[in-house]
């Protein structure tokens, strides 16, 4: 892969996550602050980019990828989502608010997809290359989150209309990036995606286990992403927005051990590394405070990258090793829909409900808030302890 062609990759990677990461870390703070939002209605703005998880792979199956040019496509949906992000800061009613997300959202998620398909498609070795591609993405979340706090943006309008900005300035970018050619499939890639060729996944019971235990485990990240700003706001800790992009670091810091980690300890022991990091997380959000116990606030914040990357990345490596090459676009997709999809689905209506329980006015009860995903944690981590028995050498589902 030339420099050149590397640099314009670079560049799309950090806006594509520049954009998601300028409204939606905060985007519960606005609801709050200018729409006078309650927890359900939070949970539901939230559940709009679950819902779009899972249509999005007829976007992309059905038609990017049988009659355009993915990036073509992916610059005409940049462009319309930069409308929908403009018109958010025109609503004033909590519904029109949610519809408008919705459908931002629906234009927005493909676009993941999108851009991976143009990176790979110019990549010679992408097992070495993306990774290196891909890491623009995080940092362009982080330059975001600290752009919006030091700012003091985070609860206003601008954080839409910094996205929709950065979504014309990519949607019109991506029609200068490398052509990358429809595959001229005449059905059934919305089907691939979805990924119902990897059923055969369940016939296997070590991988049954760990998918229910997936889907289960977005109930508690649901919690973090719906409601930590606020939580962090009220604690003191504002702008949040650049204490918050401490877990992306994170992230991308801990990305970096997990190839080296999965051959040693083993795929159990990374994901139960995972599950416990999220207990960790929220019984330091619940006894930690502004004060003296600021630093438990920190905890669970950098816990982030334990968190998501040694469960979910490390979900979607041993998936790949169990789905083995033929089926193993089929079961990334079947995994992203039941975990960003499904489980998100459920997790930000739940976290939604159970915030606004606990809420009293413009103050909530944030102890009691943040057991209850912990205790979901805690019986998740039982569950796979209990039931999930896989051998060192993980067996390719055949």
């Not at 997790?347 to 606004?356: D, E, L």
Request: net charge neutral.
């Amino acid at each position: 892969m030339k420099l050149s062609t590397g640099t314009l990759l670079a560049l799309t990677m950090f806006m594509e996550y520049f954009i998601w990461g300028s409204w939606y870390a905060t985007m519960n703070l606005y609801m709050e602050t200018n729409l006078n939002s309650t927890g359900l209605q939070i949970g539901a703005a939230y559940s709009a980019l679950a819902i779009a998880t899972m249509i999005s792979p007829f976007i992309v199956g059905m038609i990017a990828d049988r009659f355009f040019a993915a990036q073509k496509i992916m610059g005409v949906l940049h462009l319309a989502g930069a409308v929908l992000l403009y018109l958010a800061t025109k609503v004033t009613d909590n519904t029109l608010f949610y519809w408008v997300i919705l459908g931002y959202s629906i234009l927005y998620m493909p676009t993941i997809a999108l851009s991976n398909s143009i990176a790979f498609h110019q990549m010679s070795d992408p097992g070495k290359q993306f990774p290196w591609i891909r890491v623009f993405g995080t940092i362009g979340w982080i330059v975001a989150g600290i752009v919006i706090a030091r700012t003091g943006l985070e609860a206003t309008s601008s954080i839409f209309i910094i996205a929709a900005g950065v979504s014309v300035a990519l949607g019109l970018f991506s029609f200068v990036l490398p052509d990358t050619p429809p595959t001229g499939g005449t059905g059934g890639s919305a089907a691939k995606a979805l990924g119902t060729e990897a059923f055969v996944l369940f016939r296997d019971r070590p991988y049954l286990i760990f998918f229910i235990a997936a889907i289960l485990v977005c109930i508690p990240l649901s919690f973090y992403y719906g409601f930590a700003a606020t939580f962090l706001g009220e604690s003191g800790l504002a702008p949040v927005a650049d204490k918050m992009i401490l877990g992306q670091v994170s992230e991308a810091i801990f990305i970096i051990a997990i190839p080296f980690l999965f051959y040693r300890i083993g795929v159990k022991n990374m994901l139960l590394l995972g599950m416990t990091a999220w207990i960790l997380r929220y019984i330091c959000f619940a006894y930690g405070d502004g004060g003296e116990g600021q630093w438990l606030l920190y905890a669970g914040i950098i816990l982030h990258g334990i968190c998501y990357d040694f469960f979910f990345v490390t979900g979607y490596m041993y998936t790949e090793k169990k789905a083995g090459e033929k089926i193993k676009s089929a079961a990334q997709g079947l995994f992203t829909f039941a975990t960003y999809g499904l489980g998100m689905f459920i997790g930000t209506w739940f976290s939604g409900y159970i915030t606004g329980r606990f809420a009293t006015g413009d103050t909530h009860q944030w102890q009691q808030i943040w057991m209850v995903p912990a205790y979901i944690a805690l019986a998740v981590l039982l569950y796979f302890i209990l039931f999930f028995r896989e051998k060192k050498q993980i067996e390719q589902v055949s």
